[in-house]
């Protein structure tokens, strides 16, 4: 890890709470938590092909946010975990007592330790944030059970020119990580895990939003 990468990791961070503060400001919470809980709602019915979640799943929700997916899974052993959980409690951007079936925890992927295995980890809109992505990686891979799930989705790059720039020029600072999404699933299989889909789930200009479902 070298300094540079730290320091940019920990500017992406300040300006992730600071994009919260201002998204949610003007918002009236408990609509937006409806809207979020409809949304993952959706995507939960998008991907029960291939996951279905029984009750009583041990689940884990890392690089959650303050509107994670484990606000839809009630009923299961639930970990929320994320590195900035405890500036969003203390700026009013999560009530953890309304998820009282969710253990948060302040832990950045890089952290991820838990003896405990899980059946299924999802880890939304995160893996582009991190400072190690190698390391990440290896902890997911270890925190799974054997036959466990990772759910895994993330904005992957569509020109592998401008993909290039985005890593060479700051061109998109709070997210440390410019990849493609085949640069993604190599992650994945070169641990020997199994994609069981890869689905295009939005498109933008430069970026394609790509949900992945692999098996341990």
Known sequence: MTTNTSAKWKLAQNLELKWW????????????LEWKCNY???FLFDIEKYVELPEHASILDIGCGPAGIFMNL????VIAADSLMQQYVNNNLLSQEKF???QFEQLSMEALHYTEKFDYIFCLNAINHVNNIEKCYDNLYRALKPNG???IS?????????KKIFQWIPGDMLHPVQLDIYEYLTYLTSRNMTILDNSRYATEAIFDYYVTIAKK
């Open 154 to 162: 993330t904005d992957a790059h569509k020109y592998h020119f401008l």
């Open 100 to 102: 009282p079936w969710v």
């Open 40 to 42: 993952w709602s959706k």
């Open 21 to 32: 503060k201002n998204y949610l400001k003007n918002k009236d919470r408990n609509q937006y």
């Open 74 to 77: 009630k009923g299961n052993h």
């Open 149 to 151: 799930f990772l759910i």
